[in-house]
């Protein structure tokens, strides 16, 4: 039987709000965020869970530990759980890229990387996966929550085959589950 793994987004930070690109920033959750979280640990409070990993940035750990306490659980921190490393975007709205970025933009527009530091996405969707296998082969038959963020949720949901074109939005503290084991990945529905 395939490790159910949880998949977790973070919860809301201010960047969030005002729909900033945060990549490795680390910002902290702000209180709808923990609040959030608090609401999904409470749902997820029968769950059996085995384990708690999240990415080490501090929005994934917050929403991590909380979601960890009711189950006695400590956070183990894996750095390959983290979001897209967005370069010179970080911090920055749509608006703001557009004006100081343009040929970038027009490059994000088009379905490709717009920023030139950071990674690409295929870099990220690589070390997201390879956590992801690595946390399975560790729980064989077990349920693990993995706190992470949004671009890692979507490059599990591309390696489950999911279509580029069909990628979902991913909402602050969304739930995914997905079955790991033996080298193969699906979604649960």
Not at 135 to 148: F, G, L, R, S
Not at 159 to 182: F, K, L, M, T, Y
């Amino acid at each position: 039987m395939p490790t159910t793994l949880l998949l977790v987004r973070h919860g809301e930070t201010d960047w969030n709000r005002e729909r900033r690109w945060q990549g490795h920033t680390d910002r902290v959750l702000n209180e709808t965020g923990r609040m959030q979280a608090r609401t999904l640990a409470a749902e997820l409070a029968e769950e059996r869970l085995a384990a708690v990993y999240s990415s080490d940035l501090v929005r994934a750990r917050e929403t991590a530990e909380i979601l960890a306490t009711p189950h006695g659980l400590a956070v183990r921190l894996d750095s390959r759980l983290r979001e897209v490393d967005v370069g010179e975007w970080s911090g920055l709205t749509n608006a703001e890229i557009e004006q100081r970025f343009p040929d970038g933009f027009d490059r994000r527009l088009g379905g490709g990387v717009g920023w030139e530091r950071g990674e690409t996405y295929d870099e990220m969707g690589s070390r997201v996966v390879a956590a992801i296998h690595e946390i399975a082969a560790a729980h064989p038959d077990e349920t693990v929550a993995v706190v992470t963020h949004g671009g890692a949720m979507r490059a599990v949901w591309l390696a489950c085959g999911g279509s580029p074109g069909d990628r979902p939005v991913v909402g602050n503290c969304a739930v995914e589950r997905i079955a790991a084991g033996n080298g193969s990945i699906r979604r649960i529905d």
